[in-house]
């Protein structure tokens, strides 16, 4: 067990110096037996190649291990990480050689004299073990010297360091430029609001919240512009502190009897006073941490004279925290969003040429603005940057224009991504640079990163009783809230909290990768040259080998480089795209192999890769590639734990499959794949099987033969996406012996809701499914699901997700009232009361909500204020969207959904109302069939009181209309602003 970390400063000043000095003492021996041992000739020879290939393997990772002398961190946490990871580390060494003992005093049977062969059955059992054993300590300690204690001494990190950090000014960094493109829409919103909020003198708080770049500091600068006002928070120490108090404090700093608490304290009782019955207006830049919000928002007095404060922060949870509701303030988060198309082009011209019409004609031209346009994302520090780089190419005569002149990253994008990267807490910025092994532009899947994070053992905290896939999911979120990362904006997947795909920006990504290269991280086809560069260092620089490569642009040196390169120490490896000869039989010690969308991989180059005795390989990955045949040799790499060959041709899945008895997750969507081997029943330690199609019910094409061996897969975790319209009712039945399944996706046919022998079984095997907390079933059209209405419980009340599309029920099943950790939930009934509406406001937990009301109501549809705490997403598929939404209703929700189809004639108040009192909202899309539908005078009612309501709204509200966004519809009124000033 590992030590706890003291908080006191150990003896010499050197944090966790003994434990160090203990691991050299066990590694430096280690290394050299380890040595000794692969050169024995005779009986001790090493005759099996998967032990001398495991232990090469440790003796290439121990070499390899970095003990700085200091940590750049004093905190306690960061000690006590150290210290942990210090003394695992000698643990897995200390297992190792005991193993060797085991190994010494009885040789394996391959050295062995004919006359000991009636001992070798006897002997086989121990051999297999301790074959096992070196290649799960090779794993092991490859994931020990992946952890982010292992690298955080190589980081050039001035924040922790205290050396401080070179910024770009805020007006350059983060406004993005002079010229104001995009924002004269939601300023004007904001200012609406901010005017009516102030007529009942309540103090308003808004936070401005978004991504580096994106133009925070300009908005919130433009609002105090527009407001007017004069007292700014720069000034307030100096103006607000009396003299006499300034000397005071001064002089008790110098004695050291004053914390950084009392002098904080003694700000804010001053800035208090003297605010206590004034108006104020405040601007406070860029805070990181909800508690700086708590220790200084005392200072600005609830005086009820409507005053204004107004917050950035690039942290979703900061931003949310700030705007909690209390008795005197009025709170509104504000998400800046990168500009559309249309705005980024208007912006890169105007700062680059002066105007739009000043601009170069000529299709190479267009092309580089594309491309330059494609790169920003949006976001206007960059299209300013890149302005820039125009602007200096016109002055210089240049009137060339070519792609492949675009610059792939400027020194004033790294001066102003730099602190999104720094300010990271230390765990997870390992985890953010392995963004750059993925190409450009590509959408990251949450649950594909997190997996990849863990195989990797960026995500391990030992002696932390921790699942190391719940804190990668953590890892994640707070990724997200810190807009790290960001989902991709208009994906066509369906609004579901978790199903959106993620991207990090172009220039994000580059300037990531040189962060990687210069640590000795991970390497891309652009900067493996300073590897190349590196490769033979010792000492501090050993660092500098291809441990991970990321090759997914061409590069005519890129061959030569890595048949000139020793690639025996990399250990993950991702190609795609266009490259080409890429020597896979040099990378002999893999752990991650991804070829994802690679162009050229070929057939025998899979069985390349079978072949080549990869016995520490974890993760492969084929997918979206041409390849045809999977190999029956794959059964070679023993210590598989992924297997991906969705998207490909593959036909068959050869019965050696079955073989790999450490397969946890499997991928077999959109293949030629028909019927997968009885043999599958022999994966016992599999988890995640996914067959059929993307999310859609299985068509005939895609349906996969599920054998009855499945159901004996105890551990099987993830079951997606079944077809069960060919599966006998026993079969479905015995499903339910799948006890340990929490993700469930299957279809289920219209006869299969007619006949009772399958619906007994499908509710037989739902009692049966304790842990379940996902279930989805995709029907046929007009199935009848209710059935499932005579459920007397859920299978499972910690259920997080319930999905059910095409069926229908008479309305809402009562057992759902007992979900109380349901975070999402689509389902479609043929009538609706207020019970029924009641039963789904009352589930606290509930973030996602498509409802399909297969009926047009007599009736407004009335969602009162109390229910729906949690609701950020709301769908409603209706011929009549008969919906009235109270004061104070569904006070997180953000975005709300339509679809509407012809419906029955009705009367004039038969459309949506109440939007305006949606507090939280941010889009509304509305869908109709523009063939069907256009010339229906209930669709222009319903399209009409959605875009007033729209209008109308304090909020700066995106609308989309059948996929189209609508930027005229909430144009400011004057008028009413005047209106509003006059009354005040």
């Known amino acids: 067990m590992a030590p706890a970390a003291s908080e006191e400063q150990p003896k010499g000043g050197e944090p966790a110096a003994e434990e160090k000095e203990e691991v050299v003492a066990v590694v430096e021996p280690l290394r050299r037996r380890i040595s000794s041992v692969l050169e024995a000739v005779g009986p001790l020879r090493v005759t099996s190649y998967r032990m001398r290939y495991s232990l090469e393997f440790i003796a290439m990772e121990l070499a390899l291990l970095t003990l700085s002398p200091q940590p750049a961190s004093q905190e306690y946490h960061v000690i006590y990480r150290l210290v942990v990871w210090l003394n695992y580390l000698k643990e897995k060494a200390m297992d190792i050689e005991s193993m060797l003992d085991q190994y010494e005093a009885h040789p394996l049977h391959h050295a062995l004299p004919r006359s000991a062969a009636p001992w070798f059955c006897r002997r086989r059992d121990h051999d297999s073990t301790l074959h096992g054993g070196f290649l799960s300590s090779a794993a092991n300690l490859y994931c020990a010297t992946e952890h982010p204690c292992s690298y955080r001494y190589k980081m050039n990190d001035p924040v922790l360091s205290g050396s401080g950090l070179s910024l770009l000014p805020h007006d350059v960094a983060e406004e993005g430029g002079l010229h104001l493109v995009g924002i004269d829409g939601p300023a004007k919103k904001l200012l609406r609001w901010l005017r009516l909020t102030a007529a009942d ?25 527009r407001l007017q006002n004069r007292l700014l928070l720069k000034r307030i120490l100096s103006d607000i502190v009396k003299p006499r108090e300034l000397e005071v404090l001064s002089s008790e700093r110098s004695h050291a009897t004053t914390t950084l608490e009392a002098e904080l304290e003694l700000l804010a009782r001053n800035i208090r006073e003297r605010l206590q019955d004034k108006r104020y207006f405040i601007l406070i830049e860029d805070i990181w941490e909800a508690s700086d919000w708590e220790k200084i928002k005392g200072a600005f007095p609830k ?9 950035t922060t690039r942290v979703r949870s900061v931003a949310r925290s700030c705007c909690s509701e209390s008795d005197h303030h009025e709170g509104l988060v504000h998400e800046m969003k990168p500009l559309n198309k249309r705005d980024s082009e208007r912006l890169l011209l ?67 991504l730099a602190p999104t990267y720094y300010e990271l807490p230390y765990q997870l910025r390992l985890m953010f640079l392995y963004m750059s092994m993925f190409p450009q532009g590509y959408r990251i899947a949450k649950e594909q990163l997190i997996w990849k994070w863990t195989i990797e053992g960026l995500n391990s905290e030992y002696g932390i009783h921790c699942d190391a896939y719940d804190l990668a999911c953590r890892c994640f979120s707070e990724l997200a809230d810190r807009n790290v990362i960001i989902r991709v904006e208009n994906c066509k997947c369906h609004p579901e909290i978790e199903a959106c795909p993620w991207q990090v920006n172009c220039y994000m990504l580059q300037f990531l990768a040189s962060i990687s290269a210069e640590m000795g991280f991970a390497f891309t086809s652009t900067t493996l040259a300073s590897a190349k560069a590196g490769a033979g260092a010792t000492g501090d620089n050993k660092r500098a080998v291809p441990r991970r490569l990321a090759l997914h642009h061409p590069d005519p040196e890129l061959p030569r480089l890595l048949r000139t390169m020793d690639l025996s120490q990399t250990r993950s490896l991702a190609v795609s795209g266009e490259v080409d000869q890429i020597p896979l039989d040099k990378f002999i010690y893999l752990v991650v192999l991804d070829l994802e969308g690679w162009k050229n991989l070929k057939d025998e180059d899979l069985l390349m890769i079978c072949t080549s005795k990869q016995y520490l390989l974890k993760y492969l990955s084929v997918k979206n590639t041409r390849v045809r045949k999977l190999p029956s040799e794959i059964k070679e790499l023993c210590c598989l734990k992924t297997l991906d060959i969705s998207h490909t041709q593959i036909s068959e899945l050869p019965s050696e499959v079955c073989e790999l008895e450490d397969l946890l997750k499997m991928d077999l969507r959109n293949t030629q794949i028909r019927q997968l081997p009885e043999q599958i029943a022999g994966l016992r330690c599999l988890q995640d099987l996914r067959i059929g199609g993307d999310g859609i019910a299985n068509s005939d094409e895609t349906a996969t033969k599920i054998p009855e061996g499945v159901r004996h897969v105890y551990r099987l975790v993830t079951l997606a996406t079944v077809d069960l319209s060919e599966c006998s009712s026993s079969f479905v039945h015995a499903l339910g012996d799948l006890s340990q399944l929490m993700v ?43 059935f499932l209405s005579s459920l007397s419980k859920p299978p499972n009340t910690r259920l997080e997700k319930f999905k059910v599309t095409g069926g229908r029920f008479v309305s809402v099943p009562q057992w759902i009232k007992r979900l109380k950790h349901l975070a999402f939930l689509q389902i479609t009934v043929c009538k609706m009361v207020p019970h029924d509406l009641k039963i789904l406001g009352d589930l606290h937990s509930l973030r996602c909500l498509v409802l399909g009301l297969e009926f047009a109501p007599s009736e407004g549809i009335v969602v009162e204020s109390e229910g729906f705490s949690e609701l950020l997403k709301f769908s409603v598929d209706c011929p009549v969207p008969w919906l009235n939404f109270r004061t104070g209703a569904m006070r997180k929700l953000k975005y709300l959904e339509l679809k509407v189809c012809s419906g029955p004639p009705s009367r ?62 909430q144009k400011f009124d004057e008028e009413t602003e005047i209106q509003s000033e006059v009354r005040r």
């Open 350 to 416: 105007i700062e680059a040429f002066g105007s739009v019409d000043g601009s170069p004609k000529g299709k190479p031209f267009r092309n580089v603005c594309e491309e330059i346009l494609r790169r920003c994302g949006g976001i206007p520090l960059f299209i300013t940057g890149m302005a820039g780089w125009l602007k200096e190419r016109q002055q210089k005569g240049y009137t060339f224009y070519s792609v492949e002149q675009v610059p792939q990253t400027l020194k004033q994008f790294e001066q102003g």
């Open 908 to 969: 004039g108040s038969a459309v949506p109302s109440g939007i305006g009192n949606l507090r939280s909202l941010m889009d509304v899309v509305l869908y109709y069939n523009q063939k069907w539908c256009s010339g229906s005078s209930h669709i222009k009612k319903t399209v009409e009181a959605v875009k007033k309501e729209v209008a109308e709204h304090c909020n700066p509200i995106d609308l989309i209309i059948n996929g189209t966004r609508d930027d005229g519809v």
């Open 303 to 311: 005086n009820k004279c409507g005053s204004q404060i107004l917050i």
């Open 201 to 225: 003198k309540r103090t308003t708080v808004i936070s401005i919240v978004g991504p580096t770049g994106v133009g925070k500091t300009t908005f919130a600068m433009e609002l105090h512009r």
């Open 744 to 786: 469930l996706a299957i279809t289920w046919s219209f006869h299969q809701c007619t006949e009772g022998s399958y619906s007994d079984a499908l509710l037989s095997s739902l009692k049966k499914w304790r842990l379940l907390e996902s279930l989805t079933i995709y029907c046929g059209l007009g199935c009848s699901m209710e």
